[in-house]
């Protein structure tokens, strides 16, 4: 058996690595990108060259994630600030129902295990965001983020990753 489950629509660029037990449909991934086990990456959802995107993720659509940006382990991206499963008149909601709200994670961000982030939000270039966080608005760029809600805790000097651990 082989534990994949990719749709034909699925764009990759080359030397894509894919682990086992995956859910991809709609989406493109970028050139030397690394999917870990248990991700879903949902349509309309874009993966920039020389990500890794650790096992049990979600990347709903609307997200959009540059280069170089590393997304930890269990990561969730949230595409609606309002879900509800059903209409006004109480029937199940279908995609029309509602909007896609976007998310973009700039080139060269790192995001820590288990974070949740919220729709309609930009995480700046090199940003980090600790492990935990709940990132509830926009991070600026070269900023360390953490806590429910994310707060920035520390801003680097350049956007060197040689700066954000001395």
């Known amino acids: 058996m082989n534990y994949l489950c990719i749709a034909d629509d699925v764009k990759f660029g080359n030397n894509v690595k894919l682990s086992k037990y995956i ?12 999917i870990g086990a248990f991700v879903e990456i949902q349509k309309n959802a ?6 890794k995107v650790s096992s049990h993720s979600f990347i709903c659509e609307g997200v959009t994630i540059e280069d ?22 109480g029937k199940l909601q279908t995609e029309s129902d509602w909007k896609v709200e976007p998310t973009l994670v700039k ?19 090199y940003a980090i965001i600790g492990a935990g966080s709940v990132v509830t608005k926009d991070v600026p760029p070269n900023a360390i983020v953490a806590g429910n809600p994310a707060k920035i805790l520390k801003k680097l000097d350049s956007n060197n ?3 954000a651990i001395s």
Do not use: M, Q, W
């Open 23 to 34: 859910n991809l449909y709609g989406c493109s991934i970028g050139d030397n990108t690394k």
């Open 46 to 51: 874009f993966i920039g060259k020389n990500c």
């Open 68 to 89: 170089e940006v590393f997304i930890g382990h269990n990561v969730t991206f949230i595409n609606d600030k309002k879900p509800r499963a059903t209409t006004n008149n």
């Open 107 to 125: 080139r060269g961000a790192s995001i820590g295990s288990s974070c949740t982030i919220l729709s309609n939000i930009t995480i700046g270039e």
């Open 161 to 163: 990753y040689e700066s």
